[in-house]
């Protein structure tokens, strides 16, 4: 049986080493791989990243360090665990073996504890980051810069630059704080533990319960003094300070004069404990005396008379002892009972202080800031600091506000025409249901889809992805066969139109197949393994790029033993893996703390035709300075992940800058390249980032108090509002940008305050731009909830939209048309098709003027509903004694690119007398020739269009002459459909005749 029990606790431990030994192993293995894989693929030091150069284990053991210091052979912990159990006498002290062990497994856990959280202090600071930033001379603060920093509350003109200048000084500060607050906390907590426990205790002492509960309220009061350097300040911030110092003076002055007390007054407490604990002796006698005598009585030992006189005088001197216990009781928690006269009134005096300052404040200084003082001692001093600070921490302090005015001063309706197939009509959901069918396998699906400007036009991009309950059914299908998934959907943003075949390669600049190995969605978070011997991957491809990491011999077997019993046949083989292909999670596994990738990764094209993921990447750091009510925010550049290799590359944004210390210090530290052309011209500006600085933008753009505390003038997104990513007009040059509609800050009518524009591509990237829509805080244009409810009240939209039954409306985008603004509608259909599955078309597209919403077009596309608005479809009808056009129509009216369309017309000369006639085919924009009697007609190019002249010759009175020129049209590459307004102009001698306008739809 003894050697049973002793092979038992063998095995027990022997498993027990092995679970470590594994765990270890498995672990190191793990980073040995991420090592290997960023090292070869990124050119970054995994190990040094995430423990940001060793620091995480420098700053958790200093941290440890502080959080154990105490008495070696005490814990406060343990004795108030003891208290609490009730189940013998309180832990005082305890013997050396149980002090070493107790010390080693508190020394352990906070280690722990503190690496795992990443070396934050308890008070929030990241010690182990700022150790960092210390170590590479980023930060740095001097006893001049403390002087400074704990002055500032009685230097509230302190200027916003000279706060600025003060940050890095901040941080330097915080890391030191964050050490030294670290032990204070701790300390506070081992003195409130211990105050319980002596509470808990039979025997307490409240003359050493109050001094360590001052104590701890001393702590807390300290921590906040230490705090000082990042508050706010006004004009009556510095009698916070003061009081707070005073509160600090009067807590500890209370604790040394109760501890005082305590040891002056030790033979009084004594003394009355001893009486206590006599009196509690005697109530106890008295009481079972009482129960004594009603034995008798029930005996019959005792008359009743005898009993009754007896009980009387028991009950009595019970009574009185009760009575006397009580009051020592009371006397003996409240110590200050029958303590010195100047102890009574220092305490008074010292209350006081703590009370009166805090009143003084609020009522001399408080009262003023709230009313006339308002600007000179609180907006001045510390609101309009705020603003400044903010927004130079969100990267807003080069925000321009213009008028809408400015964004449509000289536009005309003929002059943006060529512009109007640059508008999104298709939104995601609608494009996302029609490339959902192009799909054509049981084992993809797609991706999130995004918007991607190629080519000086958009479209929506959705890369295939794994469809994970398909192909994970077993662990060569997970791990071996599925891969990779195959391909992309585009669909033109404008028409909806699927980009395939020859349109696709010549979209992309590439005729191979793609495959993507590297991508989003939930499959792409497995491991796979490349180039088995055996297997091959779906549809036979194979894995161009070096691997992630080659497993072989003892790793192969521990890596392939981990993975379960379906890999055990591997084990040992020489494995090619590719890790972490999820294109947001391999670039966040290698950020250091403070950045953020921006979650919505995007396609873009190089001039090869490669694919990439670009993931967006910004600094989102907290200052430490209480000024910023927003985190310091820089977009510092887009990662490139090859969808085919998994190589990861660094391009910087053109809004970069190495001049403040959090920026340099995240550009040195990855291989920062200049962002190529081709990569510029379609790179975005973060929409994650966007959205946060446009929360800032909407409250801190007030700069004018009365304003400020009126708050007439603040701003929010719309309901079910958006950042979109869309191509506009802005002096008369197309430009790709993220915009976002803004309304009134909790306005009845909603109305639209204005629009943010932010640049993005090759055309001032970065640059925030607001263009009001009125004075501050009044505006009648209408928001887009308005707009909807505009065009739906229209009489013929809304007999349109009965016709039509069940419909949803697209993106409301407000878009600046003709010189003016209108809200652009798509109106999607759903309908159902023959096997089941529903899709979405445009039944039209509906464009409502944000001025007033009296002007409403719907037409089957924005080109005629623009026309329809603008009257630009006329066609006049040839009066008696006038020259003009009989008839005008292109045959056919939709055409291929690079084919020809027929303009056959009919001219009517009404006239009395013969005229010579002229006809002008005017192109406001595109790529046309004219072909007429089987010659080319040379164009004349004039800055505003392009003009083809047809010389008729002489027409005769009454006569009709009919002529049919071929009109050709190339579409730029990548655009798979164009509508063009073309103008037809008939002259004569005397110069314009008539004047008819045309569209024709090129595919």
Not at 45 to 62: M, R
């Amino acid at each position: 049986m003894k050697h049973a029990k002793i092979l038992f606790i063998f095995i027990i431990l022997t498993l027990i080493a092995i679970t470590v030994a594994s765990t270890a192993y498995g672990w190191f293995l793990g980073q040995n791989i991420y090592q290997s894989t960023y090292s070869a693929k990124a050119g970054v030091n995994f190990w040094d990243t995430w423990t940001l150069e060793n620091n995480i284990f420098t700053a958790s053991l200093l941290l440890t360090l502080l959080s154990v210091i105490t008495l070696p052979q005490r814990s406060t912990f343990l004795s108030f665990m003891s208290a609490i159990s009730q189940s013998g006498p309180v832990t005082k002290r305890l013997d050396m073996t149980s002090a070493v062990i107790w010390r080693l497994l508190e020394f352990g856990g906070f280690f722990v504890f503190y690496v795992s959280t990443g070396g934050y202090s308890l008070t929030g600071q990241n010690v182990a980051f700022l150790m960092m930033l210390l170590g590479h001379g980023s930060i740095s603060i001097t006893s001049a810069d403390v002087g400074t920093l704990f002055s500032l509350p009685f230097a509230p003109g302190t200027s916003s630059e000279s706060i600025v200048s003060l940050v890095p000084a901040m941080e330097a500060y915080q890391l030191y704080l964050g050490l030294f607050a670290t032990f204070l906390v701790l300390t506070g907590v081992r003195l409130v533990l211990s105050a319980l426990t002596n509470m808990m205790s039979h025997n307490r002492d409240m003359f050493v319960v109050i001094p360590k509960i001052l104590l701890a309220v001393s702590i807390a009061i300290s921590l906040e003094i230490l705090g000082v350097p990042m508050w706010t300040v006004n004009a009556g911030t510095w009698m916070s300070y003061m009081a707070l110092i005073v509160s600090l003076f009067a807590s500890i002055a209370g604790a040394v004069l109760f501890l005082f007390l305590r040891v002056h007054m030790g033979d009084a407490q004594q003394r009355t404990r001893s009486k206590i604990s006599q009196l509690e002796e005697d109530f106890a006698r008295f009481q079972g005396e009482l129960v004594s005598l009603r034995n008798e009585y029930e005996s019959g030992d005792v008359t009743p008379i005898d009993y009754r006189r007896r009980v009387t005088l028991l009950m009595e001197d019970r009574a009185h002892i009760a009575k006397e216990l009580g009051h020592l009781k009371l006397e003996s928690l409240i110590p200050i009972r029958d303590s010195p006269r100047k102890f009574g009134f220092l305490a008074v005096i010292l209350i006081a202080m703590v009370i009166i300052l805090p009143l003084t404040q609020g009522f001399y200084y408080g009262i003023q800031m709230e009313g006339d003082k308002y600007i000179d001692w609180k907006f001045n001093y510390e609101t309009h600091k705020e603003i400044t600070i903010t927004n130079w921490a969100a990267g807003l302090d080069d925000m321009e506000s213009l008028t809408l005015d400015d964004l449509t001063l000289n536009a005309t309706p003929e002059g943006e025409v060529e512009f109007l197939t640059t508008v999104r009509q298709w939104d995601q959901a609608a494009s996302f249901l029609r490339m959902k069918n192009q799909i054509g396998t049981n084992w993809m699906e797609l991706a999130d889809s995004d918007i991607v400007y190629l080519r000086g036009h958009e479209y929506w991009i959705a890369p295939l992805t794994f469809d994970y309950s398909a192909t994970r059914t077993s662990f060569i299908n997970q791990h071996l066969i599925y891969t990779h998934t195959e391909g992309l959907i585009v669909l033109d943003a404008y028409s909806g139109d699927v980009i395939e075949q020859d349109s696709l390669v010549a979209l992309l600049n590439r005729s191979e197949s793609i495959d993507i190995y590297y991508g989003e969605g939930r499959g792409f978070g497995d491991v796979v393994f490349t180039d088995v011997s055996g297997f091959e991957e779906i549809n036979n491809a194979t894995f161009q790029g070096t691997p992630d990491y080659n497993l072989a011999g003892f790793e192969s077997t521990f890596y392939m033993l981990a993975m379960g019993p379906d890999a055990w046949s591997f084990m040992g083989r020489n494995m090619s893996m590719l890790v972490q292909r999820d294109v947001l999670s391999r670039v966040r596994t290698i950020l250091l703390q403070g950045l953020t990738a921006d979650r919505d990764p995007y396609i873009v094209v190089d001039t090869a035709g490669n694919l990439h993921y670009a993931v967006s990447i910004y600094i989102d750091y907290q200052l430490a300075t209480g000024y910023a009510k927003e985190n310091y925010m820089r977009f510092l550049g887009v990662v490139l992940v090859d969808i085919g290799t998994g190589e990861l590359e660094f391009y910087k944004s053109p809004t970069a800058e190495e001049s403040f210390f959090i920026d340099r210090t995240y550009m040195d530290y990855y291989d920062w390249q200049e962002a190529p052309h081709w990569l510029q011209s379609q790179m975005k500006w973060p929409e994650d980032l966007y959205e946060r600085q446009l929360d800032v933008a909407y409250i801190y753009h007030v700069d004018d108090g009365l304003v400020w505390q009126a708050g007439q003038d603040f701003h929010e997104s719309p309901d079910n509002s958006d950042t979109r990513y869309i191509i506009m007009r802005i002096g008369g040059e197309d430009r790709f940008v993220a915009m976002h509609n803004s309304e009134f800050l909790d306005s009845a009518g909603r109305n639209l305050a204005g629009i943010y524009v932010m640049g993005c591509g090759d055309t001032d990237f970065g640059k925030l731009t607001f263009y009001s829509a009125g004075e501050p805080g009044f505006s009648t244009l209408l928001g887009p909830t308005a707009a909807v409810q505009a065009f739906e009240t229209n009489d013929e939209v809304r007999t349109q939209l009965q016709l039509w039954g069940k419909h949803r409306y697209g993106n409301r985008l407000l878009y600046h048309l003709g010189g003016d603004l209108f809200f652009v509608i798509p109106v999607f259909l759903e309908v159902e098709s023959s096997t089941n599955i529903v899709i979405e078309k445009l039944g039209g597209v509906g464009l409502v003027d944000a001025e007033s919403g009296e002007q409403v077009e719907l037409g089957s596309s924005v080109v005629e509903a623009y026309y329809k608005m603008f009257g630009l479809l006329n066609q006049t009808a040839v009066e008696a004694g006038a020259v003009g056009v009989e008839s005008a129509i292109f045959d056919p009216l939709t055409i291929d690119s690079g084919a020809f369309s027929q303009l056959v017309l009919g001219l009517r000369n009404n006239d009395n007398v013969s005229n010579d006639l002229w006809v002008d085919i005017v192109i406001v924009a595109g790529n046309f020739s004219v072909s007429w009697h089987g010659s080319e007609v040379a164009p004349t190019v004039y800055p505003s269009n392009t003009t083809f002249t047809l010389s008729i010759g002489t027409v005769g009175a009454g006569d009709i002459y009919g002529t049919s020129p071929s009109v050709t049209v190339y579409l730029p590459t990548g655009l798979v459909l164009g509508q063009y307004l073309v103008y037809v102009i008939l002259r004569t001698e005397e110069g314009v005749a008539d004047q008819v306008s045309l569209i024709l739809t090129v595919t």
